[in-house]
């Protein structure tokens, strides 16, 4: 039980095009989903946290513009890094924590991640 | 600001051959720590979430232990497939991670 998945699992882009990665519970629902980066050798760092019907909320640093959230449904998230850049390149993870608005279950279920090259 | 300090940074073990993992921490309000384990080119696995101070979980070779300043991932007669990177990470509003111990086990 608690799946998440990834698609792609690896993509690679020419600088200045939009990139779109998916992230799905497969077999639970979420109202709260994250997206992560990890560089080479460095631990994980949270990007923002996107929650069903509403806004995602973004971490200090990171650009809303250049990273776009959808959390569409109560098992899919998107991210979008539009006009991507080399230094986009990294490994892009996402999480989801089962349960609905109320719950107290807080345990983040990691997806297989997304490497991203922009060349 | 949350911290998690994880030691050492990187393990080598024999096969057989116990130790533990240490993750200190500070955080007001902690409301869990979490244990994942990391294979290269993966996401995290989710292993161990610890609530209160004295708290222990096992898991086949594997025993999480929490105080009010650190964990403790104790591993017991390691195999070459415990062989990964070992992320402890504290939450308040979100998760904090520390930057992990790369553990290796030789056959």
């Known amino acids: 039980g608690a799946v998440v998945s990834q698609h792609p699992s690896w993509v690679i882009c020419k600088s200045g095009t939009s990139v779109k990665i998916e992230c799905r519970s497969l077999?639970?629902?979420?109202?709260?989903m994250f997206w992560y980066r990890q560089f080479p050798k460095q631990s994980l760092m949270l990007m923002a946290t996107?929650?069903?019907?509403?806004?995602?909320?973004?971490e200090q640093g990171v650009e809303k513009d250049k990273f776009l959230i959808n959390h569409a449904s109560l098992t899919l998230s998107t991210l979008t890094v539009t006009s991507a850049h080399p230094e986009d390149s990294s490994f892009y993870i996402c999480?989801?924590?089962?349960?609905?608005?109320?719950?107290?279950?807080?345990?983040?279920?990691f997806g297989p991640g997304t490497r991203l090259t922009v060349l | 600001e949350d911290q998690v300090t994880q030691s050492p940074e990187a393990l080598r073990l024999q096969e057989g051959e116990s130790s533990s993992l240490n993750c200190s921490y500070t955080?007001?309000?902690?409301?869990?720590l979490f244990w994942y384990r990391q294979d290269p080119g993966k996401g995290p696995e989710f292993l161990f979430t610890?609530?209160?101070a004295g708290e222990e979980k096992e898991k086949e070779r594997l025993k999480a232990t929490l105080t009010k300043k650190e964990s403790f991932l104790h591993i017991t007669a390691p195999k070459p497939e415990d062989s990964a990177t070992y992320l402890c990470?504290?939450?308040?509003?979100?998760?904090?991670f520390g930057s992990g111990t790369q553990l290796t086990v030789l056959p």
């Open positions: 999480s989801a924590v089962p349960g609905l608005a109320g719950d107290h279950t807080d345990t983040q279920y």
């Open positions: 077999d639970f629902q979420a109202t709260t």
């Open positions: 996107s929650n069903e019907g509403s806004k995602a909320t973004y």
């Open positions: 955080v007001s309000g902690l409301r869990g």
């Open positions: 610890l609530y209160s």
């Open positions: 990470a504290v939450q308040r509003r979100q998760l904090t």
